[in-house]
C-alpha cells in the first residue's frame, strides 16, 4: 500500500457525466446536444403528459359517455360464508365488530362495510356493520346472532 494504488471507497465517487454547453473548446458546445430548433432544444421545455408529437392524442380520440356520481357512497362486501369460514378457522368467536374486519383484511381501516347474504351462518354471531342486507340481517337473526348498524 502506497500512494500510488490508493483509490476512493467503491461507490464513494459518482462520474458527473458530460459537461454540456460550456464553450466551443469542450467539443460539446454550441447547440449542447440538443440539436438545432425545434421545441426540444429549447430551455424550459416540458413535454405534456400523453403527447404525441401532434397527432390528437389517445384521451381525446376515444369517445366519452356515461355519468359518474361524485356523492357515490361505496361499501366492501363481506358474505356469510366468509364469517362463518373466521368461526370454523377459529379467528373470531361470538363477535365480529369492524376492527376484527380490518385486522383480518377483509376490509380497509377507510371503507364501508356491508354484509351480503351468500352463504350460510350457523354460528351465534354479534355482527356490527355499516350496512347489512335484508337476506344478511334475516340469516344472522336466524342463528341467534345480532346485527348491529354502526
Known amino acids: ?8 471507497a467503491e ?3 459518482k462520474n458527473q457525466g458530460k459537461r ?3 464553450g466551443q473548446g469542450s ?30 392524442p389517445l384521451q381525446r380520440r376515444v369517445p ?10 361505496e361499501y366492501q362486501g363481506v358474505n356469510l360464508d366468509t364469517l362463518q369460514q373466521l ?26 362495510v356491508k354484509i351480503l347474504g351468500r352463504g350460510e351462518l350457523k354460528s351465534k354471531l354479534k355482527v356490527s356493520a355499516h350496512k347489512f342486507t335484508a ?4 340469516a344472522i337473526e336466524a342463528a341467534g346472532g345480532e346485527a348491529v348498524t354502526l
Open 135 to 138: 337476506s344478511a340481517k334475516a
Open 11 to 13: 461507490g464513494s465517487v
Open 1 to 8: 500500500m502506497d500512494l500510488s494504488n490508493l483509490t476512493p
Open 27 to 56: 467539443g460539446k458546445g454550441g447547440t449542447a446536444t440538443r440539436g438545432h430548433k425545434g421545441a426540444k432544444s429549447r430551455s424550459g421545455y416540458s413535454k405534456k403528459v400523453g403527447f404525441e408529437g401532434g397527432q390528437m
Open 20 to 22: 454540456v454547453g460550456r
Open 64 to 73: 366519452k359517455f356515461g355519468f359518474t356520481n361524485v356523492n357515490r357512497v
Open 87 to 112: 368461526v370454523d378457522d377459529n379467528k373470531v368467536k361470538d363477535t365480529v365488530d369492524f376492527n376484527t374486519l380490518v385486522e383480518l383484511g377483509l376490509a380497509g381501516k377507510n371503507e364501508l
